[in-house]
């Protein structure tokens, strides 16, 4: 994988991992500038060697604030509605063919 694809991976991941801890929008904010001060704080490092460990370095960190109970949307897979209420089957026979 490509050093970019990867950062904005983990940059992504991270905002998401924060916003499962945060208790509001406001909170999150503030941890979603800070976590993008940190990344800009690298931006300039083009050594593959350096980022190597920068990467292995933020998925540990994402690896050990992983939320035991992440936040699921309502309406997405696993979420507390998923697939509630869906309608019923149609349980008419087809129509007769005509040829």
Do not use: C
């Not at 503030?30 to 460990?53: M, T």
């Amino acid at each position: 994988m490509s050093t970019r694809p990867a950062v904005l991976s983990l940059y992504r991941r991270s905002l998401k991992l924060s916003l499962d801890w945060a208790v509001n929008r406001q909170l999150w904010r503030g941890q979603a500038l800070y976590i993008r001060s940190l990344f800009e704080k690298n931006r300039d490092v083009h050594d593959p060697r350096q980022l190597r460990v920068l990467l292995r370095e933020t998925e540990k960190l994402l690896d050990h604030w992983k939320h035991p109970d992440p936040f699921v949307p309502p309406l997405s897979p696993g979420g507390s509605k998923y697939e509630r209420n869906l309608p019923a089957h149609v349980l008419d026979p087809p129509p007769p063919l005509k040829f």
